[in-house]
Structure formats: C-alpha cells, structure tokens
C-alpha cells in the first residue's frame, strides 16, 4: 500500500476483489445467434423474391408485355447496360418483337464466358418460338439477341 494523504480517511481499496469470470458462452452465442440470422434472411430472400429464374421468368413476362403495349421506356429499363449503350433512352432493338402476344412458357440456366445466363424461352401467337438471354445486373436484365427455338 501506499502511503500519504489520503483524499478519504480510509487508504485506497481494490475494486475488483473477486476472481474474474469467463464469458465465453455469451460470445459464442452472439456468433451463432448472428449466423442464424444471416441464413434465416438469405432464405427469407429466396422465399420473397423467388429463384433466378423464377426473376428471370417475371422479368421477360413484364418485358414482353410492355412491347405489347407500346411502353417502349419500360421495355429499354429492362435491357441490360451493355444493349441500352448503343440505343436511344426508350428504343427498343426490332428484333425483341415477335408476332405479339408471347407468353413466357420456360427457362434453363447456362454459362457464358464463365458468367451465368438464363435463357428464358418464349412462345409467340404464331407458335414460333424464341429464347431471350438473362444476366444479373442490379436485378435480371435482358440482355443479348433473342434466339430462334
């Protein structure tokens, strides 16, 4: 102990005066409570928004359907960045309108350049039909000339 004067009467005191304690089980369960909240909202998510090509399906369903009904801004937001580069805002390349209506009837993943695409494919009023490729950019996009099936 130290000696002096002393700003109380009595000398200074240890704090803490009991053996310290572990708490590993409260940081443990921290770190797995955190886990399970991050699985439980990538499921949540899949739930929500649905699988890619469950996204990519919607996205050529609401593409077509803007086609059909001359709303060419909203069919251009759906284009992926590299197509919307070469147009003007609200131009729409001629080869995505087929014989209207078409109807979306399937999809099927593949890769391209190491890079994954859905192929939506797409049935038009004529019974011809076509395949529309999907990449993700902030979302599916259109992206791509659309094949002949």
């Known amino acids: 102990m130290t000696t002096g004067p002393f700003l109380y009467d009595d000398g200074p005191e240890r704090l803490h005066t009991g053996a310290p304690r572990r708490r590993n089980g409260f940081v443990i369960a921290i770190l797995l409570g955190t886990g399970l ?44 960045e590299e197509l919307r580069a070469g147009l003007e805002p609200g131009e729409v390349p001629a080869e995505y309108a087929g014989p209207n209506p078409g109807r979306v009837v399937g999809s099927t993943e593949t890769e391209v350049d190491g890079a994954p695409v859905i192929e939506v494919e797409v049935r038009w009023a004529d019974g011809s039909g076509s395949r529309f490729p ?16």
Request: proline share 5%; hydrophobic share 45%.
């Open 37 to 80: 909240v991050a699985v439980a909202m990538v499921a949540a998510l899949w739930l929500v928004r649905g699988s890619p090509a469950e996204q990519s399906e919607e996205t050529v369903g609401v593409f077509l359907s803007a086609l059909d009904r001359g709303d060419e801004e909203t069919a251009f937001g759906l284009l992926c």
């Open 134 to 149: 999907v990449v993700s950019q902030d979302g599916p996009r259109v992206c791509g000339t659309p094949a002949g099936s």
